[in-house]
């Protein structure tokens, strides 16, 4: 690791990941994924985070990442992709140093799809604090080491969702807000703990 890293700010962006899937549909689970790495950061108090709309503007860029992160403002990116091909998955995430546009380090899942997912990304959000010599408090360790559900289909009914949610979001399309209330009582139907589901 390069030993100028703990200087750095620790400031992160995390730009929408890259679909590698054959099926254009799975568009819903790379977006999930880039999310939800995103969402483990912000539990992390000594991370400056930038928010999901900021790097949203940053989806096939054509731009340079040390250009990417001058913009906004930010010492690191988290960049990916992901390959899904019914269960068979491969999400990479790798860290990258905007000062200098070098890649610090990937971090590989490559299996099926499996509450190992998880692991996947709270690996993820603790490479990313042990980079930038942050501080990680007990507390936060055991909320981005949390599972959010054991139920897989759950699960995928909740980043459905959220798609559905997000193209609401930017249209105002009613039908997109109904389907995706709709795939939150689906994943509630299943497992009425899970949380997340609630608050969607």
């Known amino acids: 690791l390069n030993a100028d890293i703990s200087k750095l700010e620790k400031s992160i962006a995390v730009l929408p990941f890259l679909n590698d899937s054959p099926d254009t ?3 819903y689970f790379c977006n999930g994924m880039m999310d939800e790495i995103l969402t483990q950061l912000q539990k992390i108090g000594d991370l400056k985070v930038k928010s999901r709309t900021s790097g949203e503007r940053y989806r096939n860029p054509g731009k340079d990442i040390k250009d ?11 960049e990916g992709s992901v390959r899904k091909a019914g269960d068979d998955l491969r999400i990479t995430a790798q860290l990258i140093n905007t000062k200098t546009g070098d890649h610090l380090w990937a971090e590989t899942y490559d299996g099926k799809y499996t509450d190992k997912i998880f692991e996947f990304q709270s690996n993820v ?15 936060e360790k055991q909320l981005i080491e949390k599972t959010p ?11 459905r969702a959220n798609n559905y949610l997000k193209e609401y979001e930017k249209n105002r399309d009613l039908s997109s807000y109904n389907t995706a209330a709709n795939l939150y009582k689906e994943a509630l139907e ?4 899970y949380a997340k589901a609630y608050t969607g």
Do not use: C, Q
């Not at 001058?70 to 988290?78: D, T």
């Not at 959000?125 to 507390?139: D, F, M, P, Q, Y």
């Open 25 to 27: 549909t799975n568009l």
């Open 68 to 78: 990417i992160g001058r913009e906004l403002g930010v010492s690191l990116i988290v």
């Open 125 to 139: 959000a603790k490479r990313v604090v042990t980079s930038l010599n942050a501080v990680l408090t007990s507390e």
């Open 149 to 159: 559900t054991a139920n897989l289909p759950a699960y995928d009914l909740y980043l």
């Open 190 to 193: 299943i497992d009425s703990a």
